[in-house]
């Protein structure tokens, strides 16, 4: 006989709704280039005890995705912390946090604005050397791709677009000795040929931005994230994570998000039409 209890925790997870922080840049003195999507060292201390406080439980991506594939239950109060590109504070400043609290997250490497072997020359600021990268792996940081040179990936051809995806997969794996499972798209761009390609790339999911608490309906090719900057004080920090007042913080962001895709679908219409022609 099903224990009943079953049935709910599984309801529950499908119903729940997941505050997932999207961070950059954790650096006292960030360049101009990162400035407004980095925080202060203090403050991410001070968000991460909050998280403790409010008995938030942080897992990464991948645990989250298992769990509403295969309708298992959620921890109480579950939570996302998340990076974006591969900056050297990640190492430096925020894992000396997250392992006081013993708390899970996920970090998304553009692996050509890596330190090393493959690095392009892209980078915005200081970034992680692989020797860092694997002593995050080894300190529950689950490593997931973002691309290899973080372009908008709804503006590449399908053939630019897999080197894209397949170049960064095969460096994680390479590097770390396990594929990466998760992707995080670079500046939460993404499309419906987008998401396909990510999913026959072999990832098993993937975060947009989006500034929304994620949801299972959502997909798992589309969760959405929530921005953490240099100006979220911890009353708006606190405000984020029990998804309160999202909409009106983000109001301006998702207006200057509706033109954007608006420019880049008139763009996308122009090469079609050019590669047409030849």
């Known amino acids: 006989m099903k224990d009943p209890r079953d049935a709910r925790d599984a309801r529950d997870a499908r119903d729940a709704r997941v505050p997932i922080l999207m961070y950059h840049s954790v650096a006292t003195a960030p360049n101009d280039a990162t400035r407004e ?5 203090e403050a991410f201390t001070e968000q991460m005890a909050l998280l403790g406080d409010l008995g938030f439980t942080p897992v990464n991506t991948a645990a989250l995705a298992e769990c509403w594939r295969e309708s298992k239950p959620l921890p109480r109060r579950p939570v996302l912390i998340t990076f974006d ?14 392992a006081e609290h013993g708390f899970a997250s996920t970090l998304f490497v553009s692996t050509g604005w890596l330190r090393g072997a493959y690095d392009t020359g892209g980078a915005l600021d200081e970034m992680l050397d692989w020797d860092q990268v694997r002593a995050l792996a080894g300190a529950d940081v689950e490593i997931g791709g973002h691309s ?3 372009p908008q990936l709804d503006q590449l051809t399908d053939e630019a677009l897999w080197f ?31 998401r396909r390609i990510v999913r026959e790339a072999g990832f098993a999911q993937s975060l947009a931005v989006g500034n929304s608490l ?13 921005t953490v900057r240099r100006s979220t004080g911890i009353e708006e ?13 983000f109001a301006r962001d998702r207006a200057l998000t509706k033109g954007y895709a608006m420019v880049r679908r008139a763009r996308q219409v122009r090469r079609k039409a050019i590669r047409s022609r030849v």
Request: one cysteine or more; aromatic letters at 10%; glycine letters at 8%.
């Open 85 to 98: 590109d591969g900056y050297e504070g990640v190492y430096r400043h925020a894992l000396p946090v997250l």
């Open 214 to 226: 994620a949801r299972r309906r959502q997909g798992p090719y589309a969760l959405q994230r929530v």
């Open 37 to 41: 999507l980095s925080v202060a060292p």
């Open 148 to 150: 290899h040179t973080h």
């Open 237 to 249: 920090f606190e405000r984020l994570v029990e998804g309160r007042a999202i909409a009106r913080t």
């Open 164 to 194: 894209e995806l397949l170049r960064c997969r095969e460096i994680v794996a390479d590097e770390l000795g396990v594929r990466p499972a998760s992707f995080a798209y670079p500046y939460g761009y993404s499309s419906g040929r987008v």
